[in-house]
């Protein structure tokens, strides 16, 4: 029943700025966080960031600290990606996902679910 939808992606420059979303319905869900991951052709998935719905715990991987933000929409149950300074190697399909289980702040792909379709960013050099 509870659907993910993320928006934002697109062709970006290196070194600009792109803001992701993700959204969550029902509007009555509160999952316990949502977190951030990415996948690159042939790569793996990779965690990218988390945080719990109260926004006491954050966690970034460390090739995106600094660069991106995790936040919450206020009364909404939307998450946002803000992501700066991009660099080509940032360039992926970005996917939300549920935190579900475990430790907050995780990084295993394992403790989220489910997932939304996802969002390609493409960075330019």
């Known amino acids: 029943q509870v659907q993910l939808a993320e928006s934002g992606g697109g062709l970006v420059e290196a070194g600009g700025s792109v803001t992701l979303s993700c959204d969550v319905s029902?509007?009555?869900?509160?999952?316990?966080?949502m977190g951030w991951f990415r996948q690159a052709p042939g790569s793996e998935r990779e965690f990218v960031a988390h945080?719990?719905?109260?926004?006491?715990?954050?966690n970034y991987a460390d090739s995106v600290k600094g660069r991106f933000t995790i936040s919450r929409d206020t009364g909404k149950n939307t998450f946002r990606l803000q992501m700066k300074s991009l660099k080509p190697e940032d360039t992926a399909l970005y996917y939300c996902?549920?935190?579900?289980?475990?430790?907050?702040?995780?990084?295993?792909?394992?403790?989220?679910?489910?997932w939304g379709q996802g969002t390609q960013v493409t960075v330019s050099s």
């Open positions: 996902a549920v935190f579900n289980r475990g430790t907050y702040g995780s990084s295993d792909p394992a403790d989220y679910d489910p």
């Open positions: 945080q719990s719905w109260t926004g006491a715990t954050t």
């Open positions: 029902p509007r009555t869900f509160r999952p316990y966080g």
